[in-house]
């Protein structure tokens, strides 16, 4: 079955710093979504990307879509302590099927 | 106005129990889904509804049964609960064609002791 990885798992960063999550699919997706969950709370959806090579930004995020569209990243720059959660990406192969989360990256901000 | 919104919050129950959870959303969206997220954060489909029919039926239980009275509520019943089932239990709600983002509730913590 299809499988969506990211890396890293857990990643510690001093404020300020960038940060980057990668994540990889099995197979091709028709689209991504990022997804954040802070500590105690719920998954929130943040984008969609559909395009091959896709790139979008909110504020201080970066989010692309890979040519071949089975990878993405986000980027994160000059983080600050309300970025910490766990961030999720969550793949479709085909509009209306199934959204399959990624592993994960937990992401801890310290002062 | 809570979007998806799920009761109880928490739930501690024994072993062999049975229990049950309710999902209810008011954004209009006719596709509802259950995901459950177990300790080291995974998010794993369990189930989905669109329009009241199932459409998705992941491996899971038989001790698993869910309901959808209608478009808007998605229940999950629990039977025979077993210590494996204490997870963070979440539903979502979707517009199945747009694709887009799905909506979270808060979640259920289910404890089996």
């Known amino acids: 079955g299809q499988q969506v990885m990211q890396i890293p798992q857990y990643q510690h960063v001093q404020e300020g710093e960038d940060f980057t999550t990668y994540c990889n699919s099995s197979t091709t997706l028709s689209n991504i979504q990022w997804y954040k969950q802070r500590p105690g709370g719920h998954p929130v959806f943040l984008i969609q990307?559909?395009?091959?090579?896709e790139v979008k930004k909110q504020k201080r995020l970066t989010f692309q879509f890979g040519e071949a569209k089975k990878n993405s990243s986000l980027h994160i720059t000059a983080t600050q302590t309300t970025d910490v959660g766990t961030y999720f990406c969550?793949?479709?192969?085909?509009?209306?099927?199934?959204?399959?989360f990624g592993t994960g990256t937990q992401l801890k901000v310290e002062l | 106005d809570t979007a998806v919104s799920q009761t109880p919050k928490y739930l501690v129950t024994q072993m062999g129990n049975d229990k049950s959870i309710k999902c209810e959303q008011n954004l209009g969206h006719d596709t509802m889904y259950w995901y459950k997220q177990d300790s080291k954060k995974f998010l794993k489909i369990m189930f989905s509804y669109n329009n009241k029919e199932l459409i998705i039926n992941e491996t899971v239980p038989n001790r698993f049964s869910p309901k959808s009275p209608d478009k808007a509520h998605l229940n999950l019943h629990i039977n025979s609960l077993e210590l494996g089932d204490s997870a963070v239990y979440f539903c979502a709600s979707s517009n199945r064609e747009s694709g887009y983002g799905y909506t979270f509730g808060s979640g259920t913590r289910l404890t089996v002791v």
């Open positions: 969550a793949g479709r192969t085909s509009q209306g099927s199934k959204l399959t």
């Open positions: 990307l559909v395009k091959s090579g």
